[in-house]
């Protein structure tokens, strides 16, 4: 008897470890989910008196934004249990009067406080007791229960004759009709059992709730998919140099057309590490001299392999030039900008301005900055030097002298054409130095104008007309004048005429726009756009409108004259005709010829529509693409082909109607 005990025990064991086995790999193969958030209800409980209790309700928000009851699931707690305690199924009960707050907590997730008001019990007045006339269930239309991953709390609420209500789901007898499909808890806690349909219902002191139908439905198991190629990048990685790195990434794709980067879960390899090695991680360092194909493996799949060739090390520097090699004298104040370029070992070079060190040997005549940038502090003169890792240039002499004074001014323009009231002109001033060198100094200077009624001029040298007459304008710095410069301000022109453009516009499809610009003539014989001051019309709306900015869109067919109107001058009509939208005639797919497809790799087909008005466009992701022979070829919505096995297929491509010539594709073995 103990023998067969003990072969009873063993099988049973048995039975409880393969259960493991295959709940750890049907859990490993869903998606995981983490909670976000956690609930309590109701978060503003009404006051409770003491001895009576209050339900609460937790629910959880996970990372997919799904929820869940987690009612029994969660720690509940009580910050003042001298005035309210909580017990595990979340029922809370009035000790004494005060406030306690109410959490809920799971996986590190804790809940808002709900506040709970704990109210002296009042003295019982001799009134006999109400008696309970119904039963309401919530949720009275409960979403489906997933079995095995979610329950449903339910609530009991009773309705007494004196038309009060209470919470009664831990008093109340709860009821599944089907507990094969569903079990509820004393406490209203229904649990999915299998698939199926189970009635819920909560009676007590002879009082039966309305029926809660309750859906159960089994939980989904999601396939995991497999892996079906691997690619590595770089695909053509630049040389390596000996003794340097070269990161490489492996890019897996899976049977659902899903990527994900395995760098780290495959295995690397170098078929030849005397030339470059690989780690684990996928960073190649080259060793010498050759070249080395890079795979990458995992479940069987391996990569197409990456060349990488390994050259020798990158060259040292040999020596340094400053250019200019003779820079001119630098006057007190001013600025030199140097450069430094390398000659290497092999003899190419480089320019290294900014990183080489700069030195000046008399900085109180000349500093130089970190980017070569010298600066004249003083007369005298100093020798400039460029060097980095143990190398230094010749040196370049460079002279400060004194800075020059300012000779005269000159303003531009000398002659300025007649300016409107209310327009502007921008004038420059040019200072002209004792040693002939120039430099603008328009916002150095004091400007003037002779006569402020007509002209005006900011410190910027910008001049506007305020009203008809003539305006000297003068620059003065450091007690140096300019000559002064007539500036005639004239009347402001009148509209003279308006001309459209296009004058001759193409045909209009029905539904689409074309955009006018009017252009304004005046007075003076300038010209302005006046395209979004102009009124708009059009002499036939039915046919074509025309916006306020100019954009005129075909409405239906037939023609409309556009005109442009401003300040009683009106352009003349421009005739806009309006045709019907073009349709479809013919799709041509190219390639029309393409080269053999090995198995596994892909063609990229275009369709190119040509419609009734002889225009054509490229409609490849518009079109339906099939292929005759899928076993041979597949051939996506984008118009991607893919060899699949040996064999040829007819690529066709169609839309509203039409369908192109079938294009031969043939796959071969690779």
Same mark, same amino acid.
């Given at each position: 008897?103990?023998?067969?005990?003990?072969?009873?025990?063993?099988?049973?064991?048995?039975?409880?470890?393969?259960?493991?086995?295959?709940?750890?790999?049907?859990?490993?193969?869903?998606?995981?989910?983490?909670?976000?958030?956690?609930?309590?209800?109701?978060?503003?409980?009404?006051?409770?008196?003491?001895?009576?209790?209050?339900?609460?309700?937790?629910?959880?928000?996970?990372?997919?934004?799904?929820?869940?009851?987690?009612?029994?699931?969660?720690?509940?707690?009580?910050?003042?249990?001298?005035?309210?305690?909580?017990?595990?199924?979340?029922?809370?009960?009035?000790?004494?009067?005060?406030?306690?707050?109410?959490?809920?907590?799971?996986?590190?997730?804790?809940?808002?406080?709900?506040?709970?008001?704990?109210?002296?019990?009042?003295?019982?007045?001799?009134?006999?007791?109400?008696?309970?006339?119904?039963?309401?269930?919530?949720?009275?239309?409960?979403?489906?229960?997933?079995?095995?991953?979610?329950?449903?709390?339910?609530?009991?609420?009773?309705?007494?004759?004196?038309?009060?209500?209470?919470?009664?789901?831990?008093?109340?007898?709860?009821?599944?009709?089907?507990?094969?499909?569903?079990?509820?808890?004393?406490?209203?806690?229904?649990?999915?059992?299998?698939?199926?349909?189970?009635?819920?219902?909560?009676?007590?002191?002879?009082?039966?709730?309305?029926?809660?139908?309750?859906?159960?439905?089994?939980?989904?198991?999601?396939?995991?998919?497999?892996?079906?190629?691997?690619?590595?990048?770089? =695909?053509?990685?630049?040389?390596?140099?000996?003794?340097?790195?070269?990161?490489?990434?492996?890019?897996?794709?899976?049977?659902?057309?899903?990527?994900?980067?395995?760098?780290?879960?495959?295995?690397?390899?170098?078929?030849?590490?005397?030339?470059?090695?690989?780690?684990?991680?996928?960073?190649?360092?080259?060793?010498?001299?050759?070249?080395?194909?890079?795979?990458?493996?995992?479940?069987?799949?391996?990569?197409?392999?990456?060349?990488?060739?390994?050259?020798?090390?990158?060259?040292?520097?040999?020596?340094?030039?400053?250019?200019?090699?003779?820079?001119?004298?630098?006057?007190?104040?001013?600025?030199?900008?140097?450069?430094?370029?390398?000659?290497?070992?092999?003899?190419?070079?480089?320019?290294?301005?900014?990183?080489?060190?700069?030195?000046?040997?008399?900085?109180?005549?000349?500093?130089?900055?970190?980017?070569?940038?010298?600066?004249?502090?003083?007369?005298?003169?100093?020798?400039?030097? =460029?060097?980095?890792?143990?190398?230094?240039?010749?040196?370049?002499?460079?002279?400060?002298?004194?800075?020059?004074?300012?000779?005269?001014?000159?303003?531009?323009?000398?002659?300025?054409?007649?300016?409107?009231?209310?327009?502007?002109?921008?004038?420059?001033?040019?200072?002209?130095?004792?040693? =002939?060198?120039?430099?603008?100094?328009?916002?150095?200077?004091?400007?003037?104008?002779?006569?402020?009624?007509?002209?005006?001029?900011?410190?910027?040298?910008?001049?506007?007309?305020?009203?008809?007459?003539?305006?000297?304008?003068?620059?003065?710095?450091?007690?140096?004048?300019?000559?002064?410069?007539?500036?005639?301000?004239?009347?402001?022109?009148?509209?003279?005429?308006?001309?459209?453009?296009?004058?001759?516009?193409?045909?209009?499809?029905?539904?689409?726009?074309?955009?006018?610009?009017?252009?304004?003539?005046?007075?003076?014989?300038?010209?302005?756009?006046?395209?979004?001051?102009?009124?708009?019309?059009?002499?036939?709306?039915?046919?074509?409108?025309?916006?306020?900015?100019?954009?005129?869109?075909?409405?239906?067919?037939?023609?409309?004259?556009?005109?442009?109107?401003?300040?009683?001058?009106?352009?003349?009509?421009?005739?806009?005709?309006?045709?019907?939208?073009?349709?479809?005639?013919?799709?041509?797919?190219?390639?029309?010829?393409?080269?053999?497809?090995?198995?596994?790799?892909?063609?990229?087909?275009?369709?190119?529509?040509?419609?009734?008005?002889?225009?054509?466009?490229?409609?490849?992701?518009?079109?339906?693409?099939?292929?005759?022979?899928?076993?041979?070829?597949?051939?996506?919505?984008?118009?991607?082909?893919?060899?699949?096995?040996?064999?040829?297929?007819?690529?066709? =491509?169609?839309?509203?109607?039409?369908?192109?010539?079938?294009?031969?594709?043939?796959?071969?073995?690779?």
């Amino acid at each position: 008897m103990k023998k067969l005990r003990f072969i009873g025990l063993c099988f049973i064991i048995a039975i409880i470890a393969a259960l493991t086995v295959v709940m750890a790999s049907c859990t490993s193969a869903t998606t995981s989910v983490t909670l976000s958030s956690i609930a309590v209800s109701p978060i503003s409980p009404s006051a409770l008196a003491v001895g009576s209790t209050q339900t609460f309700t937790a629910t959880a928000t996970y990372s997919d934004n799904s929820t869940e009851n987690v009612s029994y699931q969660v720690t509940w707690s009580s910050d003042t249990p001298a005035v309210a305690t909580i017990n595990s199924s979340g029922v809370a009960s009035g000790i004494a009067a005060g406030t306690a707050n109410i959490t809920a907590s799971l996986s590190g997730v804790t809940s808002a406080v709900a506040g709970l008001t704990v109210t002296a019990a009042t003295v019982a007045v001799q009134v006999p007791p109400p008696t309970l006339s119904s039963i309401a269930i919530s949720p009275p239309a409960p979403s489906n229960l997933v079995v095995g991953s979610s329950q449903m709390q339910f609530t009991a609420t009773g309705t007494y004759s004196d038309g009060s209500t209470a919470n009664i789901s831990s008093q109340v007898t709860w009821t599944s009709d089907t507990p094969a499909a569903a079990t509820i808890s004393s406490t209203g806690l229904a649990t999915g059992v299998a698939a199926g349909t189970a009635n819920i219902t909560a009676a007590m002191s002879g009082v039966t709730s309305p029926v809660v139908n309750l859906t159960t439905t089994a939980a989904v198991v999601v396939q995991a998919p497999t892996l079906s190629s691997i690619a590595i990048a770089p =695909a053509s990685p630049a040389s390596l140099v000996v003794g340097s790195t070269q990161q490489f990434m492996a890019t897996g794709t899976y049977s659902d057309n899903s990527t994900a980067v395995i760098s780290s879960q495959v295995t690397w390899a170098s078929d030849t590490p005397a030339a470059a090695t690989i780690s684990s991680t996928g960073l190649a360092t080259g060793v010498a001299i050759g070249t080395a194909n890079i795979t990458a493996a995992m479940s069987g799949i391996i990569s197409s392999s990456v060349n990488l060739p390994v050259v020798t090390p990158a060259p040292t520097l040999a020596s340094i030039a400053i250019s200019p090699a003779s820079p001119a004298s630098l006057a007190a104040g001013s600025t030199q900008q140097f450069t430094a370029t390398g000659t290497y070992s092999n003899a190419s070079t480089a320019i290294i301005t900014s990183q080489i060190t700069w030195a000046s040997s008399n900085i109180t005549a000349v500093t130089i900055s970190s980017t070569g940038l010298a600066t004249g502090a003083a007369t005298g003169t100093a020798n400039i030097t =460029a060097s980095v890792s143990g190398i230094t240039s010749p040196s370049v002499s460079l002279s400060v002298i004194a800075a020059p004074t300012l000779a005269s001014i000159a303003i531009a323009p000398a002659s300025p054409v007649n300016l409107v009231v209310g327009s502007t002109q921008q004038f420059t001033a040019t200072g002209t130095y004792s040693n =002939a060198s120039t430099a603008v100094i328009t916002s150095q200077v004091t400007w003037a104008s002779s006569n402020n009624t007509v002209a005006t001029v900011s410190s910027t040298g910008l001049a506007t007309g305020v009203a008809v007459g003539t305006a000297n304008i003068t620059a003065v710095m450091s007690g140096i004048s300019s000559p002064p410069v007539s500036l005639p301000v004239i009347a402001v022109p009148t509209l003279s005429s308006i001309a459209i453009a296009p004058a001759s516009p193409a045909n209009l499809v029905v539904g689409s726009t074309q955009q006018f610009t009017a252009t304004g003539t005046y007075s003076n014989a300038s010209t302005a756009v006046i395209t979004s001051q102009v009124t708009w019309a059009s002499s036939n709306s039915t046919s074509a409108t025309i916006s306020s900015t100019g954009l005129a869109a075909g409405v239906a067919v037939g023609t409309a004259n556009i005109t442009a109107v401003m300040s009683g001058v009106s352009s003349p009509p421009v005739s806009l005709p309006v045709i019907a939208v073009p349709t479809l005639s013919s799709i041509a797919i190219t390639p029309s010829s393409p080269a053999n497809l090995a198995v596994g790799a892909t063609q990229q087909f275009i369709a190119t529509g040509t419609y009734s008005n002889a225009t054509t466009a490229v409609i490849t992701s518009q079109v339906t693409w099939a292929s005759s022979n899928s076993t041979g070829a597949t051939i996506s919505s984008t118009g991607l082909a893919t060899g699949v096995a040996v064999g040829t297929a007819n690529i066709t =491509a169609a839309l509203s109607g039409v369908s192109s010539p079938p294009v031969i594709i043939t796959v071969a073995t690779p």
